[in-house]
């Protein structure tokens, strides 16, 4: 399976900061998708990262707060913007290879914003 | 939407047998995933169920039965590594089959 690097691995920030997170993957994949898993949570899907064009967001989250690039097929970016407290998460990178394939994740961003 | 339902926690002890339920209630189903979870680590993919039965891996293996909004996932020879949440998250057809998971369920293996 594809090898998934995320980073920074983990940050501590302030209200009103932004933080980009990055994913990069060893293998072209088709598919790759942000997640958030708050605190007891499980997995929410944020959005679908689209190669060339604009990411296509899960109900409850937006572009301006949650703005994200995929330049090529094995890179993306996700910037949480002007972060509250209850931006407070795990972010979670996670590719497939297509309809069917099972995800594969990063190993997730820690953030926790004051 | 999709209801997907685990129970939230269990323990079992060391050397026995778990069997940890999935019910889901959705349109266009497609296929059941399994994902094990360790604290403060990323999911890792256990297994797959498409078609109803039983698909076996090793000490683990994981039962579908589409008729019935099932699944479970059994695991075997229960060791403390085996200690971490194990997710269960349903795809659906007809878009771009990305799964949607359940909340998760903790197993706490004792000695």
């Known amino acids: 399976s594809a090898v998934i690097s995320q980073k920074p691995s983990r940050d501590i920030c302030q209200r009103g900061t932004s933080l980009t997170i990055q994913c990069q993957v060893d293998s072209q994949v088709t598919m790759m998708f942000w997640y958030r898993q708050q605190p007891g949570q499980s997995l929410t899907l944020i959005a679908t990262?689209?190669?060339?064009?604009?990411?296509?967001?899960e109900s409850g989250f937006v572009i301006d707060k949650f703005p994200i690039s995929r330049p090529n097929l094995t890179f993306s970016t996700l910037t949480v913007s002007n972060m509250s407290p209850e931006d407070s998460s795990i972010y979670l990178c996670?590719?497939?290879?297509?309809?069917?394939?099972?995800?594969?994740f990063g190993n997730g961003t820690r953030l926790t914003v004051t | 939407g999709q209801n997907i339902d685990q129970p939230t926690e269990m323990t079992a002890t060391e050397g026995a047998i778990v069997q940890i339920n999935c019910t889901y209630q959705?349109?266009?189903?497609?296929?059941l995933f399994w994902y094990q979870q360790h604290a403060g680590e990323a999911p890792t993919f256990l297994s797959y169920n498409v078609l109803d039965g039983l698909e076996e891996k090793g000490r683990f293996s994981s039962f579908l039965s589409r008729s019935k909004g099932y699944s479970y996932l059994l695991l075997k020879e229960l060791q403390m590594k085996d200690s971490a949440s194990y997710l269960c998250a349903v795809s659906k057809t007809g878009g771009s089959y990305i799964p949607t998971f359940g909340r998760g369920t903790s197993l706490i293996v004792h000695p």
């Open positions: 990262a689209n190669q060339g064009s604009e990411a296509t967001y």
């Open positions: 996670s590719v497939a290879g297509g309809p069917n394939s099972p995800l594969h």
């Open positions: 959705t349109s266009g189903f497609n296929g």
